[in-house]
């Protein structure tokens, strides 16, 4: 199953539109690509992320400046 059910070249000349929705059987590889696609979707409206990153240690938060295109690379 794909996470792809509608595609439509409604957007930029080269620039497919995809509706990418999360549905039972995707594959892990697919539903994490629907969730790298909604953060860079939803980019703009972010200005930090927090990841909890957990070890032989209690749960430590890891702060990501979403508006760095670095750091947002290593988050998606």
Known sequence: MS?????????????????????????HADIALVHREALRALRSGIDTAHLDAYGDDPGMAIG???R????FELLV
């Not at 760095?68 to 750091?71: F, N, S, V």
Request: charged share 25%; no cysteine.
């Open 3 to 27: 996470p792809f059910p509608a595609e439509t070249g409604a957007g930029a000349p080269h620039e497919p539109v995809r509706e990418l929705v999360l549905v039972a059987g995707l594959s």
């Open 64 to 66: 990501v400046d979403v």
């Open 68 to 71: 760095d295109d670095e750091q």
